[in-house]
C-alpha cells in the first residue's frame, strides 16, 4: 500500500468506481482500528513530535499533551486534533496584548500506536525542553498488545524500520501523505510541512522531517492483555508517568479515553484509580461522551468500526480538558470565557468564542441566472485543499450502507456514472470553498445530489476514506 501521488480528476475518477462504488460499498470507508495501526517498526517517528509548534511569546506557557493516535489526531489536521483545539481555547480565554506572541502553546506528542513505555522514554526530554505548566496523559490502550521497551536513544535510533506484522491488515495515517505530495508538485503550501512520508509501505515506512527521524519500538506479543491484567499494567506504568511529570514540577492530568467499547474500559479505570490515589486532575472523557451518546449518532463523534473521534469528538476532548485546566488553576481564563466553558456541555459543547468544527462540510444551490428551473450551481464549502466528490442519482431509495453510515441515495446507473465523471470532482482552494456547475447532460435525469469530502490521505487504490457528506439534497421540489 505505497501511499499514492496527488492524483488528477481523471485519475481518482477511475479509481473510484473500482472501489466499491460498483459494489455500492465503499464511499465511507472508516474501519481501520488501533489495533491496525500496529507499527512494526522501530525508526520513523520523531518528525511527528515537533509538528505542532506556532506562534508564541518566547514566556508563553506550555500544555504538553501525550499519549497515542488520540492525541495525535488520527485522520484530522493538526489543528483539528484535541491539542489543536485545545490551544485555541487557551488562547481565546487568555488573550495576548497587541505586538505579543500567544502567551499559550499546546505542543502535540501523540503518536500512534506508542505504549506507556515509550511515552515515559520521551518525557525527560520533552519536560526539560518545554518545562510544561501542564502534561496532559490520554494513553494505555496500546499496553494490551503493544510489549515495546524502550531501550537508550542511540540504540533505538540505530535500529532501522522492520517489516510490518504480519496479521495488519489496514493503516492509516491523516493528513501527512496526499497534501504534502501535492503541496511538492503544485508549489502549495502543505498543511503540516514539518512532517512528510516518502514511503508508506507494507515493506517500510520512511518518514521526513525538519527535525529528523527516531524511534518508536512496537513487538507484538502473542497474547492480549485483557480486562484485569491490562488495568494492573496500565496503572503501573502510569504511576511512574504521573512521577515524572510531578518531578519537573508540572500538573499531571489524566484521561480516560472516549470510546465506549470495552477494550477501553481497563485503561480507563486505570487513569481514574491512578488520579484518585495520587490526587491529581482526571478528565472522565469515557463517561462524557456516554452522556454525549445518548443523543448523538456515534458517527457524529466516533468514526464507525475504527473507534477514533471525528472533529465533532475532538472538539468536546479540548473543552473538558481546558475546563479542568481552570479548575486546577493552572490556567486563568477571564471571567466571562471561563463561565462560558463550565456552561458548554450543559449548551452542547457550544461555545461563542470559537466555532465546533473549523471546516464543516456544505452544500448550497444556487439558480442559474435567468432561470427558475433547478439549481445549476453550487456552492461547496469542506477542508482546504480536500478533494471532493459528488454523486448524483435519480432516487434516495434503497439507501446506500457504508460501514455504519447511511446514505440516502439509490445506487442506481446515474450514481456509477457520476461517481466515475471527472467533471465531478475537484479541490477545494484556499479557503476551503469550490464551485460545482451541473453538466448539462445531468440535468433532465438527476433528481438528488451529495457532497462527499475525501480526508487527506489515501492509503493505496483499495482505501478510499471520506471525512463527510453533506445532502443528499433535492435537485427539484419532490
Same mark, same amino acid.
Request: glycine residues 8%.
Given at each position: 500500500?505505497?501511499?499514492?501521488p496527488?492524483r488528477t480528476p481523471?485519475?481518482?475518477?477511475?479509481?473510484l468506481?473500482?472501489?466499491?462504488?460498483?459494489? *455500492?460499498s465503499?464511499?465511507?470507508?472508516?474501519?481501520a482500528?488501533? @489495533?491496525a495501526?500496529?507499527? @512494526?517498526?522501530?525508526?520513523?517517528?520523531?518528525?511527528?513530535?515537533?509538528s505542532r $509548534?506556532?506562534?508564541?511569546?518566547p514566556? &508563553?506557557?506550555t500544555?504538553?499533551?501525550?499519549g497515542?493516535s #488520540?492525541t495525535?489526531g488520527?485522520?484530522?489536521r493538526?489543528?483539528?486534533? #484535541?491539542p489543536?483545539?485545545?490551544?485555541?481555547?487557551? +488562547?481565546?480565554?487568555?488573550? &495576548?496584548?497587541?505586538g505579543?506572541? *500567544?502567551?499559550w502553546?499546546?505542543?502535540?506528542?501523540?503518536?500512534?500506536?506508542q505504549n506507556?513505555?515509550?511515552v515515559?522514554?520521551?518525557?525527560?526530554?520533552?519536560? &526539560?525542553?518545554l518545562?510544561?505548566?501542564?502534561?496532559v496523559? /490520554? @494513553?494505555?490502550?496500546?499496553? +494490551?498488545?503493544n510489549?515495546?521497551t524502550?531501550?537508550?536513544?542511540?540504540?533505538?535510533?540505530?535500529l532501522?524500520?522492520?517489516?510490518w506484522?504480519?496479521?495488519? =491488515?489496514?493503516a492509516?495515517?491523516?493528513?501527512?501523505?496526499?497534501a504534502n505530495a501535492?503541496?511538492?508538485?503544485?508549489?502549495?503550501a502543505?498543511?503540516?510541512? +514539518?512532517?512528510?512520508?516518502?514511503?508508506?509501505g507494507?515493506d517500510?515506512?520512511?518518514?521526513?522531517?525538519?527535525?529528523?527521524a527516531a524511534?518508536?519500538?512496537?513487538?507484538?506479543?502473542?497474547?492480549?492483555?485483557?480486562d484485569d491484567?491490562?488495568?494492573?499494567a =496500565?496503572?503501573?506504568?502510569?504511576?511512574?508517568?504521573?512521577?515524572?511529570v510531578?518531578a519537573?514540577?508540572?500538573v499531571?492530568?489524566?484521561?480516560?479515553?472516549?470510546?465506549?467499547?470495552r477494550h477501553?474500559?481497563p485503561p480507563?479505570r486505570?487513569?481514574?484509580d491512578?488520579?484518585?490515589?495520587r $490526587?491529581?486532575p482526571?478528565?472522565?472523557l469515557?463517561?462524557?461522551?456516554a452522556?454525549e451518546?445518548?443523543?448523538? $449518532?456515534y458517527?457524529?463523534?466516533?468514526i464507525?468500526g475504527d +473507534?477514533h473521534?471525528?472533529?465533532?469528538? #475532538?472538539?468536546?476532548?479540548?473543552l473538558?480538558?481546558?475546563?479542568?485546566?481552570?479548575? $486546577?488553576?493552572?490556567w486563568?481564563a477571564?471571567p466571562?470565557?471561563?463561565?462560558a466553558?463550565? *456552561?458548554?456541555?450543559?449548551n452542547g459543547?457550544?461555545l461563542a468564542?470559537?466555532?465546533e468544527?473549523l471546516?464543516?462540510v456544505t452544500?448550497?444551490?444556487?439558480t442559474a &441566472?435567468?432561470?427558475?428551473?433547478?439549481?445549476?450551481?453550487?456552492? /461547496?464549502t469542506?477542508p482546504p485543499a *480536500?478533494?471532493?466528490?459528488?454523486?448524483?442519482?435519480?432516487?434516495t431509495?434503497?439507501?446506500q450502507?457504508?460501514?455504519?453510515?447511511?446514505?440516502?441515495?439509490?445506487a442506481? @446507473?446515474?450514481?456509477m456514472?457520476?461517481?466515475?465523471?471527472?467533471?465531478?470532482e475537484?479541490q477545494?482552494?484556499?479557503d476551503g470553498?469550490?464551485?460545482f456547475?451541473?453538466?448539462?447532460?445531468?440535468?433532465?435525469?438527476?433528481?438528488?445530489?451529495?457532497?462527499a469530502?475525501?480526508?487527506?490521505?489515501? =492509503?493505496g487504490?483499495?482505501?478510499?476514506? =471520506?471525512?463527510g457528506?453533506?445532502?443528499?439534497?433535492? /435537485?427539484?421540489p419532490?
Amino acid at each position: 500500500m505505497a501511499v499514492a501521488p496527488t492524483r488528477t480528476p481523471a485519475r481518482r475518477a477511475r479509481g473510484l468506481p473500482r472501489l466499491a462504488l460498483a459494489a *455500492a460499498s465503499a464511499l465511507l470507508t472508516l474501519c481501520a482500528a488501533e @489495533a491496525a495501526l500496529r507499527l @512494526a517498526s522501530r525508526n520513523f517517528v520523531d518528525a511527528l513530535l515537533a509538528s505542532r $509548534r506556532g506562534d508564541a511569546a518566547p514566556d &508563553a506557557r506550555t500544555v504538553l499533551c501525550v499519549g497515542d493516535s #488520540y492525541t495525535f489526531g488520527l485522520y484530522y489536521r493538526p489543528e483539528e486534533a #484535541y491539542p489543536g483545539r485545545l490551544e485555541q481555547l487557551l +488562547r481565546a480565554g487568555d488573550p &495576548a496584548p497587541p505586538g505579543r506572541g *500567544a502567551r499559550w502553546r499546546v505542543e502535540n506528542s501523540g503518536i500512534p500506536a506508542q505504549n506507556l513505555a515509550q511515552v515515559a522514554a520521551r518525557l525527560p526530554e520533552q519536560l &526539560a525542553r518545554l518545562r510544561p505548566a501542564a502534561v496532559v496523559i /490520554l @494513553a494505555g490502550f496500546n499496553d +494490551r498488545w503493544n510489549f515495546a521497551t524502550p531501550g537508550d536513544a542511540a540504540t533505538d535510533e540505530a535500529l532501522g524500520v522492520r517489516a510490518w506484522l504480519a496479521d495488519l =491488515v489496514l493503516a492509516k495515517f491523516a493528513r501527512l501523505a496526499l497534501a504534502n505530495a501535492s503541496a511538492e508538485g503544485e508549489g502549495a503550501a502543505p498543511l503540516d510541512g +514539518r512532517t512528510r512520508f516518502r514511503h508508506f509501505g507494507v515493506d517500510r515506512i520512511e518518514v521526513a522531517g525538519e527535525d529528523g527521524a527516531a524511534a518508536i519500538a512496537i513487538e507484538r506479543g502473542e497474547t492480549r492483555l485483557v480486562d484485569d491484567a491490562h488495568h494492573a499494567a =496500565v496503572v503501573e506504568r502510569l504511576r511512574g508517568v504521573v512521577a515524572q511529570v510531578e518531578a519537573a514540577g508540572a500538573v499531571p492530568v489524566l484521561c480516560s479515553y472516549p470510546s465506549p467499547e470495552r477494550h477501553y474500559e481497563p485503561p480507563s479505570r486505570a487513569a481514574a484509580d491512578v488520579a484518585a490515589e495520587r $490526587r491529581v486532575p482526571f478528565v472522565d472523557l469515557r463517561a462524557a461522551f456516554a452522556k454525549e451518546l445518548e443523543h448523538h $449518532r456515534y458517527e457524529e463523534l466516533l468514526i464507525p468500526g475504527d +473507534r477514533h473521534p471525528t472533529d465533532r469528538g #475532538y472538539w468536546r476532548m479540548a473543552l473538558l480538558v481546558a475546563q479542568a485546566l481552570v479548575e $486546577r488553576g493552572t490556567w486563568t481564563a477571564q471571567p466571562e470565557f471561563a463561565a462560558a466553558l463550565r *456552561a458548554a456541555p450543559a449548551n452542547g459543547y457550544a461555545l461563542a468564542a470559537l466555532p465546533e468544527q473549523l471546516y464543516p462540510v456544505t452544500i448550497a444551490g444556487a439558480t442559474a &441566472a435567468g432561470s427558475t428551473a433547478s439549481p445549476l450551481r453550487f456552492e /461547496l464549502t469542506g477542508p482546504p485543499a *480536500a478533494h471532493w466528490k459528488i454523486v448524483l442519482s435519480t432516487s434516495t431509495a434503497p439507501p446506500q450502507q457504508f460501514g455504519s453510515i447511511e446514505l440516502a441515495m439509490a445506487a442506481d @446507473a446515474l450514481f456509477m456514472r457520476s461517481a466515475g465523471d471527472e467533471r465531478c470532482e475537484g479541490q477545494f482552494d484556499a479557503d476551503g470553498r469550490a464551485q460545482f456547475t451541473l453538466p448539462a447532460d445531468y440535468a433532465t435525469s438527476a433528481r438528488f445530489i451529495a457532497l462527499a469530502v475525501l480526508h487527506d490521505l489515501l =492509503v493505496g487504490a483499495e482505501d478510499l476514506q =471520506v471525512r463527510g457528506i453533506a445532502g443528499p439534497q433535492p /435537485l427539484s421540489p419532490p
